[in-house]
């Protein structure tokens, strides 16, 4: 952590070489010292100093300067720093001014020039004020800060990349935190450049796009090699785990990710039926692990990219980004699962982003603190939402078509639900319309057995229905199923297309599509068991059979 500044300015070099001086010989070791000889340039770095993340502790400034007088500069400073101390140097002419300025700045001294010995006439009461601030200060956060409205579907997705790529982030809200005005104030910007985000070397950015926030954090590297034995496309469980084993088998190994690692599985709040994690673990902590184990090993991960479609030329697999060179690979092992479907309700679509969410519980369950909600889908990634908004909202309600959870939830999860009070299952029961003005405020429901209509109150409806693969990008020869999921193996064989497509003599491995080299793992296969230890096993499955299929060619 940085150490707290000392802001001292005065036009006269000679007395502030003097208070710099001392101040240093006291102070250096907890605190920064920062001296300059004009005011309007120590208001410029001021706004530098609290975009990096740093916090100054107090402002020793003389009240006579030709630019401003010091009442006035601290006027202007406490505005960005309204914690600091405010400490006045002046003349013994100028004590009827520093009086007055107690009122105007609410000063907390004032030091008459000149204060030898500093021993007993400069720290004492210097420290007796830093003293008094520390018992007041918390450290600020240090981390990337996002400013901007709450109900903005851009914010939306700003949060929902970072939290999902795990990169820690501050949130301000411009209606309800006082912060998040003065970062505006002091970057000279206002509401129409909102959202803004602040990265930790305080450089500024309105209305970023997610690949340049990529680029600033690191997140989009360079391609090093000019072909690779395995590229995985897709960085959920069976993705991540297929990059762990790739690249700890020795195959240059690329993981290509379009929006965020861990996949549905990485945002849920705990999962705990997975083997050796007896309390549980996020989503988040899993991907986490295994990001950094793929990397140590030796795989390289691209992301947020999506891949536009796959070629083949020559035996080699081409991969061809959405914007960028195209990736050449001997075997591509597609891991890209599914998405959640679209609800098609009445005005939904008007509040994506903007009170209706799909998934998305962690980033934004703060926001419900105190207040009704409302969860759709019976299955495990709906109910662990439900457990973690339970922890902030008022009320969530579960909304299902079903009698109960049983026949789609685990046993665990129902019980947890069951005994949380602030949680209720509203069985038989679909959403027929979402109401509000700039953001979700209503929802009509319907009870499907007694065609009952009730209009409820909802800050947040965050939606988990059904699957639906993505799989949409896939152009080559690769044989899906009516619902669009990739089928692999024997189940190829009841295809009448599969042997106009298929071009070698033997039989297609397990995991294997209908294009030799290409595989698929996890919830994008057809037949696949929608669990994250079984993606993780196929992931890991997939490359065992990437070995087979380069060892014959």
């Known amino acids: 952590m940085n150490k707290p500044i000392i802001f001292s300015v005065d036009d006269d070099p000679q007395v ?51 630019e401003m007088e010091g009442v006035d500069f601290l006027q202007k400073a406490i505005k960005i720093y309204p914690d600091a101390k405010r400490v006045l140097l002046t003349a013994y002419s100028d004590t009827e001014a520093a009086i007055k300025a107690i009122n105007v700045v609410q000063l907390d001294y004032y030091l008459t020039k000149p204060w030898n010995p500093p021993e007993e006439k400069l720290y004492p009461v210097i420290t007796d004020l830093l003293d008094d601030w520390q018992s007041h200060y918390t450290p600020d956060f240090k981390g990337i800060k996002l400013v901007g409205y709450q109900f903005s579907p851009k914010s939306h997705e700003i949060k929902d990349y970072l939290a999902g790529n795990l990169i820690p982030y501050r949130w301000f809200d411009i209606e309800t ?58 960085a959920g469980p069976a993705g991540l785990a297929a990059a762990v084993y ?21 945002t849920s709040s705990r999962i705990e039926n997975y ?35 796959i070629r083949q030329k020559d035996g080699y697999k081409m991969i061809v980004l959405d914007d960028g060179p195209e990736i050449v690979s001997r075997s591509v092992v597609i891991t890209t699962g599914v998405d959640y479907r679209k609800l098609e309700v009445k005005g939904v679509e008007n509040f994506t982003g903007a009170g209706v969410y799909y998934g998305a519980a962690t980033t934004e369950a703060s926001a419900c603190r105190g207040q009704d909600v409302f969860v759709i889908g019976g299955g495990n990634s709906a109910g662990q939402a439900a457990m973690y908004l339970s922890k902030f909202a008022n009320k969530v309600n579960i909304i299902i078509r079903r009698d109960d959870l049983t026949a789609t939830m685990s046993a665990y999860l129902i019980n947890q639900i069951g005994q949380t009070p602030n949680i209720e299952v509203l069985p038989n029961t679909e959403i027929i319309e979402a109401k509000g003005n700039n953001y979700l405020e209503q929802l009509v429901v319907l009870n499907v057995k007694t065609k009952e209509e009730k209009t409820c109150s909802a800050s947040a409806l965050y939606i988990f229905i059904g699957a639906k693969p993505y799989t949409d990008w896939i152009h080559l020869d690769i044989i899906k199923n009516e619902k669009e999921f990739i089928e692999t193996g024997r189940d190829l064989q009841t295809y009448e297309s599969f042997r106009k497509i298929w071009k070698s003599k033997r039989d297609p491995f397990l995991l294997e599509t209908s294009c030799a080299g290409i595989f698929a793992a996890g919830d994008v296969r057809a037949g696949a068991m929608n669990r994250v230890a079984s993606a993780v096993g196929e992931g890991s499955m997939a490359i065992s059979f990437v070995h087979k299929y380069l060892a014959e060619v």
């Open 246 to 266: 790739g690249s700890s088998e020795g195959l240059k190994t690329l993981l290509i990710e379009r929006r965020a690692p861990g996949g549905q599985a990485g």
């Open 16 to 66: 502030l070489r003097a208070i710099s001086r001392d101040l240093r010989t006291q102070y250096n070791t907890e605190y920064k010292i920062i001296s300059t000889t004009s005011a309007r340039e120590a208001l410029e770095a001021l706004t530098d100093i609290k975009n990096s993340g740093d916090t100054v502790a107090m402002f020793l400034v003389d009240q006579r300067m030709p």
């Open 275 to 309: 083997l050796g994690f007896p309390a549980g673990l996020s989503g988040a902590d899993l991907t986490r692990r295994a990001i950094s184990q793929a990397t140590r090993l030796g795989a390289e991960f691209l992301s947020p990219h999506s891949v536009k479609e």
């Open 177 to 234: 935190n006082p912060d998040a005005k003065t970062l505006v104030e002091v970057n000279n910007l206002g509401t129409g450049d909102l959202p803004m985000i602040i990265f930790e070397n305080g450089d500024c950015a309105c209305k970023p796009t997610i690949r340049q926030i990529a680029e600033k954090t690191g997140l989009s590297p360079q391609i090093t090699n000019e072909i690779y034995d395995v590229v995985i496309i897709g």
